[in-house]
C-alpha cells in the first residue's frame, strides 16, 4: 500500500523553495531515456503526486506513450532521497486540471501566463530508498 508519509510530503511540496527540484525520469517508447527538472511537482493525495506540465516537449511526448515514469527526489543538506515508481493520468482539462493548477506554487504558475499547461497526476505504485530498499508498495 502506498500512503506517503508526512515527512514525504512536506519535502516533496517544499522541494523548489529548498532548491531541490525533483527529477522526472520518463521513456520514449522505443525505450530512449529522458530527464527532466520539475519544479511544480507537489503530493496531490497520500498515493499520488502530482506536476503541471507547460511546455509539451519531450517528456509530454514520452509520457503519453508510455505511462510509467520514476521521480528522484534528494535533498543532500537533509541527506533525505527518495525515489517515486508510478504511473501518470494527464488531465488537460476539469476539475484534477484546475485543482492541481491552484496548487502549483507561483513561481511556476508565473511561467505559464497563459494557463495553457495540463496536470499529470502520477498515480505511484512503489517508492525506495536510494539504495533501492522498498519502502512502499500497492503489492504489500
Known amino acids: 500500500m502506498i500512503d506517503l508519509t508526512q ?74 532521497a527518495w525515489k517515486f515508481f508510478g504511473r501518470v493520468e494527464v488531465h488537460t482539462d476539469g476539475a484534477v486540471r484546475d485543482d492541481v493548477m491552484n496548487r502549483v506554487v507561483q513561481a511556476e504558475l508565473d511561467r505559464d501566463p497563459d494557463r495553457k499547461g495540463a496536470a499529470v497526476v502520477v498515480r505511484l505504485d512503489r517508492i525506495e530508498s536510494m539504495a533501492g530498499e522498498i519502502l512502499m508498495s500497492v503489492d504489500e
Open 7 to 80: 515527512e514525504m510530503k512536506d519535502a516533496v511540496n517544499n522541494a523548489l523553495t529548498d532548491k531541490v527540484a525533483c527529477i522526472l525520469a520518463t521513456a520514449s517508447p522505443d525505450g530512449k531515456p529522458g530527464v527532466g527538472f520539475r519544479g511544480s511537482m507537489m503530493a496531490y493525495d497520500n498515493s499520488s503526486l502530482a506536476y503541471w506540465e507547460r511546455t509539451f516537449r519531450r517528456s509530454a511526448e514520452n509520457v503519453l506513450a508510455n505511462p510509467h515514469v520514476v521521480i528522484l527526489y534528494r535533498n543532500p543538506q537533509t541527506r533525505t
